[in-house]
Structures are given as C-alpha cells and as structure tokens.
C-alpha cells in the first residue's frame, strides 16, 4: 500500500520533537510541509532538526516568502544560520513584505555574532527594505550600540546617517511648538542656544520635526530659518515617513513652502511609509499648482504608492477632496498632459476611470478620461468594469456615458 503524503509539519515544541521530526519525515512530506518545518525548526533553534530534515531534502531558500535563514538570525541561532549557509541558504534573500535580509533582521534584534557572520558569508551591508532601511538603521533603531559601532565603518558613508535624537522636555516642546506657530523669534533664540535642528520628542509631538511642523502649517519664514540653521531638507517622520515636502502638499496656500523645498533640494519623488510621493499628496488634494509646480520640478507622473495607485487615480477620486467641480478637472488635465497613463491599474487593478466612478458620479470627469483614452470594457480583479461600478455605486449619470 503506498504511504500517504504528510502535508502538515510536526510540532517542534514536544520534548519528543526530534522523533516526531524522523517519523514526519517516513510519511513522504511534500516540499511545502518540508519547508515548513525547516522555518519552524530555524525559528526554535533546533539545530539537529534544521540538519535532519536538510538530509532529507528541505531546500534551506525556503518556501513562499519563508525564509530559514530570516528566521534563525531573528532568533539569534548563529549555529543554525551557520548550518543554513553552508547548505547553500542565500545570503540577502528578503524575508516577508518589508524584505528584510538576515542581516537586517540579525542587527534589528541585537545578535553581533551572527551579524559577523552573515558578513563573512557576502551579505551585502549597504541593502535596503522596502522603507529603505539598511542593516546599520536597524541596529541603531533598536539602540545595539555594539552592533552600531560595528557596522558603521562597514556602511557606504550616505547611509551611516543615524535617527534624530529624541528628547522630552520644555525646550523642545516650545521649539517644536513655536516652528508650528510659526514664531520666528522664538526659534532664532533657541536655535542661538545650540538646540539640535532635527531634534524629535518621545511624547506627546513625536514623530515630527520642526521643519516637517513648519512646512505642514505653510511657515515660510521659519521653514528658511531652519534650512539656514542645518535642518536637513529631507528629514521624515518617523511614524508617516512624510518629508517636509510632502508635509507641504497638504494645505493648498504652502504653495511658496513647497518651491522654497524644492529650490533648497528636496527630493522630488520622496515616498512615505504608504509609497505617495508629493505628486501623488498634491493630486489628491486637488492643489493644481502645487501639481503644476511638482511637475516642473522633474516629479515622475507616473509614479505608483504601495497600493499600486498614481497620481491620475488619486485626483480622479472624490472622497479626499472639497474644492471646486473645475479644480478637479483641471488637475487631471495637468496629469494627463505630463504623460500620465490613462489605462494604468492599481493592485486592485481598477484605473483611474473606476476610481472617478467609485467615489462620485462626475459625468465631466468619465467623459474626460474617456477622450484620454480609457477603455470602457477594461475589467478590475473581481471582473467588474466601469459601468459595472458605476451600477454598483448608484452614479447615473456616469453609468449612462460608459454603456
């Protein structure tokens, strides 16, 4: 009689695992169960098991987006990380949606042997996740002075900056507050004393610096103050991961604080922790000539944020958004003559015509987008098109222009 096929790994947390693991192992696992249990036997430091069942097959890349290697450096298993590498586990594989390499995940968690030893084994020191990231941020993050110190002359000089520092006291507050406030005078007297432009606080206003807080609140005059002062031009939040840039895009009059931002450096496309650029903000909110002025500046039109949304598909949505019928037409006509795609999907892949009809029944903007170019029988992942939606979501008047 042929043996049926284990497809679920044995638990590893019995006192008996590794007996489980050979009697797993008699009842021909399939190469998911196999990976599986190797990532859980990387993750619990089970150092005979992680070579019993490589014996046997388990490829040491992993399955899906597990990793082995991820999982022993995040566990700090340097025998177990040892024993994946030599059976051939890649080095910089990223591991789950913020691909972080073991090195990442060993600096970020404090083990300095296996961060020397991942080194030893090619890691590259300079690799980025997907919030750009290296092995250095990490470490430093989770405030592993040692693994700093190491790290810091192995790092490429561009990305040895470390986080701001952090503070909670009366001083920064009122620095942080008056920079909102835009109080001039007080900023140039504490700036005198020697207070840390970038500075940050713990609570309760982390997060943001002061020239992030300036240039959200439209204060020219500050922002050009602390620019001349060091602050540096591209400075994120630490939570939002919005650049002082793109804190700008969200009022419409911090039109002068965004080409004074642009005139000073700041990078055009930034992303945040979402993946919008500025271009992406300023579309949403309908800011034309902040959109205008972006664009001038080199913006990429057709840049996409984590979702897989651009520019294009935010301005044709009407649920961010409370100016004029003409604002909104008028900055997809600036969207689209800068090249932007018309048929372009999002993850979801609805276009920006599905977006309009979506979150609003704008018969000028359907007619728009379809003399752009739109495809009225493009379909989305669920396999509904436009008109679909338009059903959908009760908007007769784009319904009537898309069947």
Aim: proline share 5%; hydrophobic share 45%.
């Amino acid at each position: 009689m042929r043996k049926r096929t284990i497809k679920a790994p044995p638990d590893l947390r019995a006192p008996d695992a590794l007996e489980r693991v050979r009697q797993f192992l008699q009842g021909e696992p399939d190469r998911e169960a196999l990976g599986e249990a190797l990532q859980a036997a990387a993750e619990a430091g089970h150092l005979e098991t992680v070579r019993l069942l490589l014996r046997a097959g388990a490829t040491p890349r992993g399955v899906t987006e597990l990793s082995p290697l991820g999982a022993a450096a995040a566990g700090g298993h340097t025998e177990v990380a040892a024993a994946l590498l030599e059976a051939g586990a890649p080095v910089d594989i990223g591991f789950g949606e913020q691909a972080l390499t073991p090195l990442m995940l060993a600096a970020g968690h404090g083990h300095l042997l296996l961060v020397r030893l991942l080194i030893a084994a090619g890691a590259v020191v300079d690799a980025v996740d997907v919030r750009g990231r290296t092995a250095l941020a990490h470490a430093s993050n989770g405030h592993y002075a040692e693994i700093v110190e190491y790290l810091q002359p192995l790092t490429a000089p561009e990305n040895r900056r470390l986080p701001r520092p952090k503070v909670d006291d009366a001083r920064t507050r009122q620095f942080l507050l008056a920079a909102e406030a835009g109080r001039l005078g007080e900023i140039r007297k504490l700036l005198a004393t020697g207070i840390a432009v970038d500075v940050m606080m713990d609570t309760p206003l982390a997060g943001a610096t002061a020239l992030i807080r300036a240039a959200r609140a439209g204060r020219e005059r500050v922002v050009q103050v602390l620019l001349e002062g060091g602050a540096t031009v591209d400075v994120a939040h630490e939570e939002n991961e919005w650049t002082p840039l793109i804190a700008a895009t969200q009022a419409k009059g911090n039109l002068p604080v965004l080409r004074l931002l642009l005139a000073s450096g700041a990078q055009v496309d930034a992303r945040d922790a979402e993946g919008h650029t500025p271009l992406i903000h300023a579309a949403a909110h309908k800011h034309l000539e902040q959109v205008e002025a972006l664009l001038t500046a080199g913006a990429d039109v057709n840049a996409r944020s984590s979702g897989g949304m651009t520019a294009l598909m935010h301005a044709a949505r009407t649920d961010r958004w409370a100016g004029t019928p003409a604002a909104l037409a008028t900055t997809l006509r600036v969207l689209l003559a800068a090249g932007a795609e018309v048929e372009a999907q999002d993850a979801r892949g609805r276009t920006a015509l599905m977006h309009s009809v979506e979150t609003g029944d704008r018969p000028d903007v359907v007619v728009l987008l379809l003399e752009a170019g739109a495809e009225r029988s493009m379909q989305e992942e669920q396999g509904l098109t436009a008109a679909d939606l338009a059903r959908k979501y009760h908007r007769p008047k784009a319904l009537a222009l898309l069947v």
